[in-house]
């Protein structure tokens, strides 16, 4: 039988230094959540403004040769890849510079509870894989006051770009202050050159579903007054009752029919069958 343990709040242990068994600092949820949101909207039927096959990813390990040990961003973007198609076919499990041709265009490291280097160490190795630019989300600030820095390559190392547009690949970065997942926060967010974030396609779905509801809003609105000019031109003051259970169909289709048939029908009973059926 197990025991369901329980902590009272002034018992929990400090969780803020916990790492892996490798010493890599343990990610939280809402740094899964901000890594899916860099990498997802490539794939949601967001509207992308890059005309070239790319490739997006999240905790995915880069390998600029065999014997290379690896490192693993939270989110990298590379542009202009080989074998777009079928890397997945070949069971390319990493991003393998041999694979692809070239190292990704922008790497995102985004800083944990307990920092891993990023402005260090890594620094210093992403630089050696000649990856154009480097950005550092510090949303906790840990590291700085400075909530994000950029970093682009410069012969062999890094120096700070003072704003986080990439004209090369057409995007860029900017905090947003929204709700992602049913959580409001800010997160990073990619935009276009007027700094409008990348919409996901949930986004885009919804805003044309609110779209969609205020027209339909509207017709509704025309046809209840055209439906009571009806009712009261036939059948006088007796149409007040079932006016209000008219008023609450939200069937646009159903309000167009029952306007074409107030000529025809004899009773409002006869009306109601139009409804209630």
């Given at each position: ?130 990856i154009p630019y480097y950005v550092v989300y510090d949303p906790l600030q840990k590291l700085s006051e400075t909530v994000l820095q950029v970093f682009q390559l410069q012969f062999n ?121």
């Amino acid at each position: 039988m197990i025991t369901e343990m329980k902590l009272l709040p002034h018992e929990y242990p400090d969780t803020s230094n916990m790492i892996l068994e490798d010493d890599t600092p343990l990610d939280s949820f809402i740094n899964e959540k901000q890594q899916r949101l860099l990498a997802t909207v490539f794939y949601s039927g967001a509207e992308i403004p890059i005309n070239v096959p790319f490739i997006v990813a999240a905790n995915v390990g880069l390998f600029s040769h065999v014997r290379d040990s690896g490192i693993v961003p939270d989110v990298f973007l590379s542009l202009n890849i080989i074998g777009s198609e079928e890397w997945w076919e070949r069971n390319v499990s990493s991003y393998l510079f041999w694979e692809f041709g070239k190292p990704p265009d922008v790497v995102i490291e985004i800083v944990s509870p307990t920092p891993g280097n990023e402005l260090g160490s890594k620094l210093t190795d992403y630089a050696q894989l000649k990856i154009p630019y480097y950005v550092v989300y510090d949303p906790l600030q840990k590291l700085s006051e400075t909530v994000l820095q950029v970093f682009q390559l410069q012969f062999n190392s890094y120096i700070p770009k003072n704003d986080a547009w990439f004209t090369d690949i057409n995007l860029g970065l900017t905090l947003w202050n929204g709700r992602f997942e049913n959580i409001n926060g800010t997160w990073l967010r990619w935009c276009d050159a007027d700094g409008n974030v990348i919409q996901t396609g949930d986004e885009i779905a919804a805003e044309k579903n609110l779209e969609l509801s205020q027209k339909d809003a509207q017709i509704k609105q025309v046809l209840l007054l055209a439906i009571e000019m009806g009712l009261k031109f036939k059948f006088g003051d007796e149409y007040l009752g079932i006016l209000s259970e008219i008023s609450a169909i939200n069937d646009v289709k159903l309000l167009e029919r029952i306007v074409t048939q107030i000529p025809q029908v004899s009773s409002m009973d006869e009306l109601r069958k139009l409804y209630s059926e």
